[in-house]
């Protein structure tokens, strides 16, 4: 059962326009959301993180929401870049109770952002 | 950050093999992660390692098949044992920031078993 869901497994955007990646989950445990990116070749790249006691957090062109009630949460790209063109993985992750946050992954979402 | 290698960053071995990844961090950290990440799939976390006592694995992962070792605080090796076709994924090292619940990962061994 799948516990961090990313339904659309591709998303193409315009240059300039705001690319929207969504991400569902169905665990009420967790408490703290993370976005991350990675290219063809690389490891996941860390990129940003709401906690369960917001439901918003800008940096730069990154914006993410969180609608607890929904357990819906999403990435917010504003303007798009080509250079943003990349897999993107929502991952979740509460006390696992050894004090460590194990993370939980979504299958990832393509961006595609035409020049 | 934590910066992190893996060794070797891509294999391609034959059934029944087994081969040893292994994970190096730029710094001492408390917790190692081990994730796969098969082809279509999430990334799945195999184990977390920790410094001086045995890995605790996930539900479906088994010690006999993916052997860790974490001699110290900087460096964790795993072994994919007894390899089929459908190990074939790329594995990825990770550890916690010190700070905060961001994870950093290494580069990623490709592995595609015959």
């Known amino acids: 059962d799948q516990q961090v869901k990313q339904n659309s497994p591709s998303l193409s955007v315009q240059e300039g326009r705001i690319s929207i990646l969504n991400c569902d989950y169905t665990n009420s445990m967790f408490d703290y959301f993370l976005w991350y990116k990675k290219y063809p070749a690389e490891g996941p790249t860390f990129l940003i993180s709401?906690?369960?006691?917001?439901d918003k957090n800008e940096d730069g062109r990154f914006t993410v929401f969180l609608n607890k009630s929904a357990k819906h949460l999403s990435l917010h790209i504003v303007p798009s870049q080509p250079g943003d063109s990349a897999v993107y993985f929502c991952a979740a992750s509460g006390d696992s109770g050894a004090g460590s946050y194990q993370l939980t992954f979504g299958k990832g979402t393509k961006l595609s952002v035409i020049p | 950050s934590a910066v992190i290698s893996q060794k070797p960053s891509r294999d391609i071995c034959q059934r029944g093999t087994s081969l040893t990844i292994q994970c190096q961090v730029d710094?001492?950290?408390?917790?190692m992660f081990w994730y796969r990440q098969q082809p279509g799939q999430s990334l799945t976390l195999i184990a977390t390692?920790?410094?001086?006592?045995?890995?605790?694995?996930e539900s479906g992962f088994v010690i006999d098949k993916f052997p860790i070792s974490r001699p110290n605080l900087t460096f964790s090796t795993l072994t994919v044992s007894n390899m089929s076709p459908e190990d074939s994924s790329i594995y990825l090292c990770?550890?916690?920031?010190?700070?905060?619940?961001?994870?950093?990962f290494g580069p990623g061994t490709r592995l595609t078993v015959l």
């Open positions: 710094s001492q950290v408390t917790m």
């Open positions: 390692a920790n410094q001086g006592s045995e890995a605790t694995y």
């Open positions: 990770s550890v916690e920031a010190n700070i905060g619940n961001e994870q950093f």
């Open positions: 709401i906690s369960s006691i917001k």
